[in-house]
């Protein structure tokens, strides 16, 4: 079985990694999107990105962005997910995508038959995951959530609650809930919620550690979002949607919105990276595109370029963002394969450009 292809025909991984540079280099804007990778992937598409004056943008940039902008601009009050395990009290669970956030959710926090969990109108999904545990579930619609988000708020303030989507007792009662906890955690998924909810939240976190404690645990999206995202802060000064288009490194969330740069044409050529899953681009546009993935197959438009990658943690040894611990960590790969891994193709990709003339 080939292990690259150029233009669906299949090639030795030089000549399309040559074939990778070539195109990059013609381009006028090019973007390194998807980015579904570890720590060394990332490392090596940024600094892939700088040599050929790119843009970097992971699929799940917009939900990092929005939990990033409520730090930015009101603050959080969070902590980790084993300390939510040994300490707390009560976890609220906020809205639906928790368990596809962190699979392993349940197990790791709700099998506490002492712990009491709330939640917060969840998915039908949800639902189906709780499985024997004791939830006690409120609201039932989750496009009514920022509504009784703010009428708990309300409530736990002391003032009226508004039209909240309860009865007013349900609502007194899950104020006093709250504000009996002697350690009670958040929980969220910013791919489920606006800006606007999520800084609703952490409003009521912080209205509520003025008389008890009350943390936050935002559940970061998958593909590794959370790790690339570091990644950029620390070679960049940035978080994602950051372009090296002028020669150094400017972050907007708008301008370098990766989908939003090929549809309207700003962008001409992209390198899509997905090592985690058969994940497709959002983009509609039919630009040229190279894919590294595990299987390079599926995607509406096929890719001028091709090559099969390993996936992280799995065919190969990778350090990466840990949901149980929440920080970055070694994993060995549980089934070993010979297949070249995201970072060495992306840096064969990198050392097949031409050489630029420091004059």
Same mark, same amino acid.
């Given at each position: !079985? %080939?292990?690259?292809?150029?233009?669906?025909?299949?090639?030795?991984?030089?000549?399309? +990694?040559?074939?990778?540079?070539?195109? $990059?280099?013609?381009?006028?804007?090019?973007?390194?999107?998807? $980015?579904? /990778?570890?720590?060394?992937?990332?490392?090596?598409?940024?600094?892939?990105?700088?040599?050929?004056?790119?843009?970097?943008?992971?699929?799940?940039?917009?939900?990092?962005?929005?939990?990033?902008? @409520? !730090?930015?601009?009101?603050?959080? !009050?969070?902590?980790?997910?084993?300390?939510?395990?040994?300490?707390?009290?009560?976890?609220?669970? *906020?809205?639906?995508?928790?368990?596809?956030?962190?699979?392993?959710?349940?197990?790791?926090?709700?099998?506490?038959?002492?712990?009491? @969990?709330?939640?917060?109108?969840?998915?039908?999904?949800?639902?189906?995951?709780?499985?024997?545990?004791?939830?006690?579930?409120?609201?039932?619609?989750?496009?009514?959530?920022?509504?009784?988000?703010? +009428?708990?708020?309300?409530?736990?303030?002391?003032?009226?609650?508004?039209?909240?989507?309860?009865?007013?007792?349900?609502?007194?009662?899950?104020?006093?809930?709250?504000?009996?906890?002697?350690?009670? *955690?958040?929980?969220? +998924?910013?791919? #489920?919620?606006?800006?606007?909810?999520?800084?609703?939240?952490?409003?009521? *976190?912080?209205?509520?550690? /003025?008389?008890?404690?009350?943390?936050?645990?935002?559940?970061?999206?998958?593909?590794?979002? #959370?790790?690339?995202? &570091?990644?950029?802060?620390?070679? /960049?000064?940035?978080? $994602?949607?950051?372009?090296?288009?002028?020669?150094?490194?400017?972050?907007?969330?708008?301008?370098?919105?990766?989908?939003?740069?090929?549809?309207?044409?700003?962008?001409?050529?992209?390198?899509?990276?997905?090592?985690?899953?058969? #994940?497709?681009?959002?983009?509609?546009?039919?630009?040229?595109?190279?894919?590294?993935?595990?299987?390079?197959?599926?995607?509406?438009?096929?890719?001028?370029?091709?090559? %099969?990658?390993?996936?992280?943690?799995?065919?190969?040894?990778? @350090? &990466?963002?840990?949901?149980? /611990?929440?920080?970055?960590?070694? @994993?060995? #790969?549980?089934?070993?394969?010979?297949?070249?891994?995201?970072?060495?193709?992306?840096?064969?990709?990198?050392?097949?450009?031409? !050489?630029?003339?420091?004059?």
């Amino acid at each position: !079985m %080939a292990d690259a292809w150029i233009r669906g025909k299949a090639a030795t991984l030089e000549a399309a +990694s040559e074939e990778a540079a070539s195109l $990059l280099q013609r381009s006028r804007l090019p973007v390194i999107a998807g $980015l579904g /990778t570890d720590v060394a992937g990332a490392r090596a598409a940024i600094v892939l990105a700088q040599k050929v004056g790119g843009v970097i943008d992971h699929m799940h940039s917009a939900a990092l962005l929005r939990d990033l902008d @409520v !730090m930015r601009e009101a603050g959080m !009050m969070v902590t980790t997910p084993n300390e939510t395990r040994l300490r707390a009290d009560l976890l609220l669970l *906020v809205g639906p995508g928790l368990v596809e956030a962190w699979p392993d959710l349940p197990a790791r926090l709700w099998a506490d038959q002492a712990r009491r @969990v709330v939640w917060l109108c969840p998915g039908g999904a949800e639902r189906a995951s709780r499985g024997g545990a004791k939830i006690e579930v409120i609201g039932d619609d989750p496009s009514e959530l920022a509504i009784l988000l703010a +009428s708990l708020r309300a409530r736990c303030a002391g003032r009226p609650g508004g039209h909240a989507p309860l009865p007013q007792q349900k609502l007194n009662t899950l104020a006093e809930t709250l504000a009996k906890a002697r350690f009670g *955690v958040a929980v969220w +998924s910013a791919a #489920a919620h606006d800006v606007l909810t999520i800084e609703m939240l952490c409003g009521l *976190v912080k209205d509520l550690n /003025t008389t008890t404690r009350l943390s936050g645990l935002p559940l970061a999206p998958g593909d590794d979002a #959370a790790a690339v995202q &570091q990644v950029s802060g620390w070679l /960049t000064g940035f978080p $994602l949607r950051t372009s090296f288009g002028r020669g150094f490194p400017e972050h907007d969330p708008w301008r370098f919105d990766s989908p939003r740069l090929i549809d309207s044409g700003e962008a001409d050529c992209a390198l899509w990276i997905s090592g985690y899953r058969a #994940a497709s681009p959002a983009w509609t546009r039919d630009v040229p595109f190279i894919a590294l993935t595990a299987t390079p197959d599926g995607f509406r438009r096929p890719p001028e370029i091709a090559i %099969a990658v390993g996936r992280p943690g799995i065919d190969h040894d990778s @350090v &990466q963002h840990l949901p149980a /611990t929440g920080t970055l960590a070694s @994993v060995a #790969a549980q089934a070993p394969l010979n297949v070249i891994s995201i970072a060495d193709a992306v840096n064969k990709i990198a050392a097949a450009l031409p !050489m630029v003339s420091p004059c």
